[in-house]
T-cell receptor, first 112, second 115 residues
Framework: SQQGEEDPQALSIQEGENATMNCSYKTSINNLQWYRQNSGRGLVHLILIRSNEREKHSGRLRVTLDTSKKSSSLLITASRAADTASYFC????????????FGGGTRVLVKP | EPEVTQTPSHQVTQMGQEVILRCVPISNHLYFYWYRQILGQKVEFLVSFYNNEISEKSEIFDDQFSVERPDGSNFTLKIRSTKLEDSAMYFCASERLVGAESEQFFGPGTRLTVL
């Protein structure tokens, strides 16, 4: 898979359920960031986790990072219809400059 | 809260025409980026800019593309002669510093449609 690949590609859940999505990457990173995108709109920064961190929380979001497996997960707890969006992970590989490399995203549909 | 702004939100142009996409990064940020997202595809890096020069560019960023910071606030992406395949959402991003805690903040994007 390519740098920053998410799975699943799509996820459909009921309001109140948790949504979990995963991201895998290939290179060494300084940090990994998760972004949200509503259909056809801009990218909203959700959370950044540094390479020396294993877990981070922000509100209903929980992110884990396993650098030995080169993978990260994003958990959204108690989902709401407003969480319906695409979620992307992006890795910041300093060896390749400051650019972010994005995955293909997970489309999350939260049904009311 | 400071944010990155982009204009226009939507640009329609004829193939072969020049377009300029404009961005106003967050005021105390030093690093600037352009990315694009073709409909249904990944967000792709185009170019990064620091200290008034390009620091890195991707294979996509060929001679048809250029960037400029003409004054203290604007950051522009010019496509000299647009092609159909340039149709995409173009995102500007800015970053205050670089480091393990540094976040890139994205603008709302400009949707470019080339006819």
């Amino acid at each position: 898979s390519q740098q920053g690949e998410e799975d699943p590609q799509a996820l459909s859940i009921q309001e109140g359920e948790n949504a979990t999505m995963n991201c895998s990457y290939k290179t060494s990173i300084n940090n990994l960031q998760w972004y949200r995108q509503n259909s056809g709109r801009g990218l909203v920064h959700l959370i950044l986790i540094r390479s020396n961190e294993r877990e981070k929380h922000s509100g209903r979001l929980r992110v884990t990072l396993d650098t030995s497996k080169k993978s990260s997960s994003l958990l959204i707890t108690a989902s709401r219809a407003a969480d319906t969006a695409s979620y992307f992970c992006a890795t910041d590989d300093r060896a390749a400059g400051n650019k972010l490399t994005f995955g293909g995203g997970t489309r999350v549909l939260v049904k009311p | 809260e400071p944010e990155v702004t982009q204009t226009p939100s939507h640009q329609v142009t004829q193939m072969g025409q020049e377009v300029i996409l404009r961005c106003v990064p967050i005021s105390n940020h030093l690093y600037f980026y352009w990315y694009r997202q073709i409909l249904g595809q990944k967000v792709e890096f185009l170019v990064s800019f620091y200290n008034n020069e390009i620091s890195e560019k991707s294979e996509i960023f060929d001679d048809q593309f250029s960037v400029e910071r003409p004054d203290g606030s604007n950051f522009t992406l010019k496509i000299r002669s647009t092609k159909l395949e340039d149709s995409a959402m173009y995102f500007c991003a800015s970053e205050r510093l670089v480091g393990a805690e540094s976040e890139q903040f994205f603008g709302p994007g400009t949707r470019l449609t080339v006819l």
